[in-house]
């Protein structure tokens, strides 16, 4: 049985909250209310905010309060150039490390998160596709790099839930996968970073086409409520 903290249960609890779509983006959070929900003081519950924070999901507006992160086109663009970059060195750091065992793993994961897909299980595709980019970061074995896109895997999560939710776009994604272990599997570095790219450009495509869909439909609402 997995014992947690309470800064670690206040996490999970915020983090799936907002996942989830319980609180939208730009919406409020309460410390008060989540720790009076939560049963706890407001210490822990303000210690996972600042983590969250840390990790780009929640922003900390100056005598404002939090607020959960809202996306717009150029925050994207910039997130996924940073993310391609780390993790176009990591294929290149893993290439150097590859065994067989680390090709079967990879192959591994890729077929979970096939699976998912098929199933229509949406959320657990979204975390089959992490930990199938995670293992590429793991077989560089570098540390810095680990925890650098940690950080901004947490926050392409939220981008995806919140703004990328097509079966096109999942289907799409078993095929990269796919290409990507076994251009790794055999070593060739150069294809796996063609492969990489080509998928982050359309995942990075279809977010922006989700955001400007999103913002749309928000000014038809306002537009809409305006007129009653």
Known sequence: MELLTLKEIAYRHIRNGILTGVWKPGERLREDLISHELGMSRTPVREACNLLVAQGMIKNERRLGLFVAQWNSDDLTDLID????????????????????????????????????????????????KDFHAYIIEMSQNRHLKRILTDISSQMELARVLHCNDEAGFTASCLDHRQIAELLASGDANGAKEAMHRHLDRVRKELKERLKQTHNKEEEHAEQGVAH
């Not at 993310?83 to 079967?104: F, G, H, N």
């Open 82 to 129: 940073v993310r391609e970059s780390l993790e176009l060195l990591a294929i290149t750091k893993a290439v150097e490390r590859m065994t067989a065992d680390m090709a079967k793993e990879l192959r591994k994961r890729a077929d979970a998160y096939e699976q998912a897909v098929k199933l229509g299980k949406h959320a657990q595709a979204l975390a089959r596709d």
